[in-house]
């Protein structure tokens, strides 16, 4: 599970595969930046 971080309104999106688009605003996935997750 990878985590996405909107530049546009900072809100994060957790998911397999690269989402479309941010849940909260609408950005587009170019605006979705990856955020690298520790292995618990
Ligand atoms: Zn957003």
Redesign the pocket.
Known sequence: MAVYI?S????TVESRCKPGK??????VKD?LIKQEQPKK
């Open positions: 909107c546009q309104c900072g809100s941010c849940k909260s605003c609408g950005a605006k």
